[in-house]
Every structure is written in structure tokens, then in C-alpha cells.
Antibody, heavy 123, light 112 residues
Framework: EVQLVESGGGLVQPGGSLRLSCAAS????????MSWVRQAPGKGLEWVAS????????YHVDSVKGRFTISRDNAKKSLSLQMGSLRAEDTAVYYC????????????????WGQGTMVAVSS | DIVMTQSPDSLAVSLGGRAIINCKSS????????????LAWYQQKPGQPPKLLIY???TRESGVPDRFSGSGSGTDFTLTISSLQAEDVAAYYC?????????FGQGTKVEI
């Protein structure tokens, strides 16, 4: 079964750090762009970051640049998001998502999503 | 960044009725070299992750009922649910992936 399972969320104080992980199974992980998408409580979807199949190209939304870093380990079929200098506005459910198409040159639509992990930033 | 604007924000449709959701992009998402529109639609039910319905503006994802259809090109797109079922109550989002950052519309809530 194709599956993504996130972990690592929790309550953190403003200015703190957190590392999210996403374990992939059931597909050739190294063939796909992978991404993080977040959703603040009661709000819409916001793309956070994407990383290319080989890990050598990545993109982050402006609001997290310099604070968050996406990475992957193809041998372990794992995606990560290192989050630092956290702010209240980073509070959201964070979803790990797989690109819809294999071997693309750029991230596209997302066909497989995890159930999400909640990150709450509050003192 | 490309801004995606959906309309309406919410709509109520009778069971068996037609739901039409519009999505407008601030610039064209049509890539002329392959004549593809880089536009996707998602459905999200409460407490669940989004589900991909449509990509390339009109290609239905595997397993998605054929009552869901996507149309449009360039900057104006439409998601149509031809005969609304109770299980279609959800929020719907469009997404452009023509350029980074990929961006989503604000969402449209569909109710019975």
C-alpha cells in the first residue's frame, strides 16, 4: 500500500525548533518530488517546501526561508522538515505529500498525502 | 507569485444538483510548449488530508467518479460536480503548479 506517515509534531514555544519526519512506503520514493504542505486551523492549504528526487534541488516558501529546511534520505525512504525560529503563525497541520508524476523536472500536483502532524507554537 | 482566486467561497446545492466552482489565476498557467495547463483540483473533507481530483486542468485522477470534471485554460478554470452526492460535501481547492511557489486558491465549501 502506498503510504506516507508523518511524525514529530507537538507544542513548542515561540523561537523554538522542531523536526518533522515523513516515512514513505509502497512506492519508489527516489522517483518523486516530495513536499510539505501546511494548513492552519480553519484555514486553507499553503505549500511550504519541495525537494527534488535526488535531493539536490529544493524550494521553500518565502515566509519560512532561512528558518525551515527540507531534506530527504532516499535509502531510508524518509522526508524531513527542520523547523527553527518558530512563530505563532507557523501553527498548523503539516502534511507530507508526494508528487503526482514520476521523474518530473519540477514539483507538480500531489496525489498521495499523509494524515498530517500538528505543530502548535505557543508560550 | 501567482494568486489563485476561487468563487464562490461557499455554495449550497441540492442532492443530484450541479455544483460549479470557479478558479482564476493572476497569470496564465498554460505552458505553450506542451499545451498543458498546470492546474489541479482537490477535495478535502473535515479531519482528512486533501484528495487529488483533477490535474492538467481536466485529467481525472484514477478512481475519481466521472461526475467530477475540470475545464478551462489559461487563467480561468472550472470544477463541475454534475450530480451532487452526500459524500461530496467538502472543501475544494485549486492549485497552480506552473511556477514555484505553487499556490492554492482559498477554497470553496460545498454543502447540501
Amino acid at each position: 500500500e502506498v503510504q506516507l506517515v508523518e511524525s514529530g509534531g507537538g507544542l513548542v514555544q515561540p523561537g523554538g525548533s522542531l523536526r518533522l519526519s515523513c516515512a514513505a512506503s509502497g512506492f519508489r520514493f527516489s522517483d518523486y518530488w516530495m513536499s510539505w504542505v501546511r494548513q492552519a486551523p480553519g484555514k486553507g492549504l499553503e505549500w511550504v517546501a519541495s525537494i527534488k528526487q535526488d535531493g539536490y534541488e529544493n524550494y521553500h516558501v518565502d515566509s519560512v526561508k532561512g528558518r525551515f529546511t527540507i531534506s530527504r534520505d532516499n535509502a531510508k525512504k524518509s522526508l524531513s522538515l527542520q523547523m527553527g525560529s518558530l512563530r505563532a503563525e507557523d501553527t498548523a497541520v503539516y502534511y507530507c505529500a508526494r508528487d503526482n508524476l514520476q521523474n518530473q523536472l519540477a514539483p507538480s500536483s500531489f496525489d498521495i498525502w499523509g494524515q498530517g502532524t500538528m505543530v502548535a507554537v505557543s508560550s | 507569485d501567482i494568486v489563485m482566486t476561487q468563487s464562490p467561497d461557499s455554495l449550497a446545492v441540492s442532492l443530484g444538483g450541479r455544483a460549479i466552482i470557479n478558479c482564476k489565476s493572476s497569470q496564465s498557467v498554460l505552458y505553450k510548449s506542451n499545451n498543458k495547463d498546470y492546474l489541479a483540483w482537490y477535495q478535502q473533507k473535515p479531519g482528512q488530508p486533501p484528495k487529488l481530483l483533477i490535474y492538467w486542468a481536466s485529467t481525472r485522477e484514477s478512481g475519481v467518479p466521472d461526475r467530477f470534471s475540470g475545464s478551462g485554460s489559461g487563467t480561468d478554470f472550472t470544477l463541475t460536480i454534475s450530480s451532487l452526492q452526500a459524500e461530496d460535501v467538502a472543501a475544494y481547492y485549486c492549485q497552480q503548479y506552473f511556477s514555484v511557489p505553487t499556490t492554492f486558491g482559498q477554497g470553496t465549501k460545498v454543502e447540501i
